[in-house]
Nanobody
Framework: QSQLAESGGGLVQPGGSLRLSCTGS????????VGWFRQAPGKEREGVSC???????FVADSVKGRFTIARDSAENTVYLQMDSLKPEDTAVYYC?????WGQGTQVTVSS
């Protein structure tokens, strides 16, 4: 009886920005570590960023200085702000919390 839903993906030029949202329905995100993962065609799923219950944060080296994770408990939402996007950021981005995966949102960075 829980669900995660991602939104905010789309097509953007290199150097542009997107903000992804992960919203829980029947799943309190402030009670879990929440992670963002991505998977590009032909590649393994990789961790991008994670925020812990106590505010601990992980950001992959490939996106440090460009991506920022944040939690809004009142909205039961975790955001991934993505700036200075590069073509290699193109992937389906997934949110994970507890035992639940979202369905993913496509991010395409292309000129």
């Amino acid at each position: 009886q829980s669900q995660l839903a991602e939104s905010g993906g789309g097509l953007v030029q290199p150097g542009g920005s997107l903000r992804l949202s992960c919203t829980g329905s029947g799943l309190p995100l402030d009670s879990h570590a929440v992670g963002w993962f991505r998977q590009a065609p032909g590649k393994e799923r990789e961790g991008v960023s994670c925020i812990g219950i106590s505010g601990q944060m992980f950001v992959a080296d490939s996106v440090k200085g460009r991506f920022t994770i944040a939690r809004d408990s009142a909205e039961n939402t975790v955001y991934l702000q993505m700036d200075s996007l590069k073509p290699e950021d193109t992937a389906v981005y997934y949110c994970y919390a507890g035992t639940t995966w979202g369905q993913g949102t496509q991010v395409t960075v292309s000129s």
